[in-house]
Nanobody, 121 residues
Framework: QVQLVESGGGFVQAGGSLRLSCAAS????????MGWYRQAPGHQRELVAT???????NYADSVKGRFTISRDNAKNTVYLQMSSLKPEDTAVYYC???????????????WGQGTQVTVSS
């Protein structure tokens, strides 16, 4: 039903920038929260940046001041502008959406397919 479509990953030198995009589509829903997570080899998946149901943005300490999350509510799309990238940012980045959908009570959680971000030194 609902699909999260991601784009923008790639290979970049340290200090460079990338912008990730994630659009939710494919059903009747209302967004409760959307954001980005990442998982590096040998590590657990971790929160990078999210918009909460209250509309505030949360960031991991490791990306504060370098990454900016934004959204286009009309397009059900969330973006992640990544600047001053470091090799430690190398990971698969996953879009996540918590959505109110027709039928179920409460929300349903969805994950994107993931997009690889590789930062070289």
């Amino acid at each position: 039903q609902v699909q999260l479509v991601e784009s923008g990953g790639g290979f970049v030198q340290a200090g460079g920038s990338l912008r990730l995009s994630c659009a939710a589509s494919g059903g009747f829903f209302r967004v409760n929260a959307m954001g980005w997570y990442r998982q590096a080899p040998g590590h657990q998946r971790e929160l990078v940046a999210t918009f909460t149901s209250g509309g505030s943005a949360n960031y991991a300490d490791s990306v504060k001041g370098r990454f900016t999350i934004s959204r286009d509510n009309a397009k059900n799309t969330v973006y992640l502008q990544m600047s001053s990238l470091k090799p430690e940012d190398t990971a698969v980045y996953y879009c996540n959406a918590d959505l109110y959908v027709l039928g179920p009570i409460g929300t349903v959680n969805y994950w994107g397919q993931g997009t690889q971000v590789t930062v070289s030194s």
